[in-house]
């Protein structure tokens, strides 16, 4: 039986090793790659601490893996793995907002936890992970572009909505809004903000969440209340999976719950496929 030496902050030198870990499972790693291959494994370069867990005297390679951040994202890792990452996590206080990533990881972890972080806020525990690697099987909106940083107080409000509906809580809670700002602000600077605008508004919106060199990652799929049902949504979406795939050269990805039956069905049309089950846990 392979016996672990606990969980350790990864450093420089467990690079490779960490890559092979990513490379194994690109969909489902793109958050933490993303990350990685930005940054490195420095952590205040990275914005969090890499975790990982490998058998003594560090034989085969590391057994788990998992990112702590604003997010803590579980990759791998079996029960006693999970439980290495636990014993970390709760030598300080929570500072993470989430758990999020492969659902038997985050499940697993989230039950070595709960005695102390829960109750939970939510938690979801099906979120179907797909992912399309050609162009899509519809029409995309020839209306949907990337949004200009002029724009900003104008995509604003739809991204406030979009959060607002999709996590439950106001993101201008706490400091008035000006961090959730910075960040939409650097999605658009970064040319990652799309939307169709329509006498000014915007109607359609979405944003690649987190950009890896092999996979782009679609986040915050939104359509004005008024203009639901109509294929906005469909169409938008489509637009910023053929701008994944054919303008950057990246699988598009992006995960779902379970429970949402219109955008399962939208996103199957458009071509995605399940490749994987994502959960999530919401402070």
Request: include cysteine; proline fraction near 6%.
């Amino acid at each position: 039986m392979l016996r672990l030496a606990g969980a350790r902050l990864l450093e420089d030198r467990d690079y490779p090793a960490v890559r092979a870990v990513l490379a194994a499972d690109p969909v489902g790693s793109c958050m933490v790659s993303a990350r990685v291959e930005l940054a490195g494994l420095d952590p205040w370069r990275l914005g969090g601490e890499l975790w990982g867990a490998e058998g003594r005297y560090g034989r085969n390679g590391l057994q788990g893996l998992c990112f702590a951040g604003p997010n803590l994202i579980p990759l791998r890792g079996n029960a006693a793995v999970l439980r290495s990452f636990a014993d970390r996590a709760l030598r300080r206080p929570r500072t993470c907002s989430s758990l999020v990533g492969p659902a038997e990881q985050v499940l697993g972890l989230w039950s070595e936890l709960v005695a102390e972080w829960g109750p939970a806020r939510e938690v979801r525990p099906d979120q179907p992970l797909m992912a399309i690697d050609r162009l899509p099987d519809v029409a995309v909106d020839p209306f949907v572009r990337p949004v200009r940083p002029d724009e900003l107080e104008r995509y604003l409000p739809a991204a406030v909505a979009m959060f607002t509906e999709e996590v439950g809580i106001d993101p201008r809670i706490g400091d008035g809004g000006a961090s959730y700002r910075a960040r939409v602000s650097e999605l658009i600077a970064s040319g990652r903000a799309f939307a169709r605008f329509e006498h000014g508004e915007v109607v359609f919106k979405a944003e690649i969440g987190a950009l890896s060199g092999s996979v782009g990652q679609i986040q915050g799929v939104w359509v004005h209340p008024d203009r639901r049902g109509g294929g906005l949504g469909t169409a938008g979406t489509a637009a910023v999976a053929a701008r994944l795939v054919q303008g950057m050269g990246r699988i598009a990805s992006l995960y779902v719950n379970s429970f949402n039956a219109p955008a399962l069905a939208a996103y199957r049309k458009i071509g995605f496929q399940q490749v994987g089950r994502y959960a999530t846990v919401l402070f």
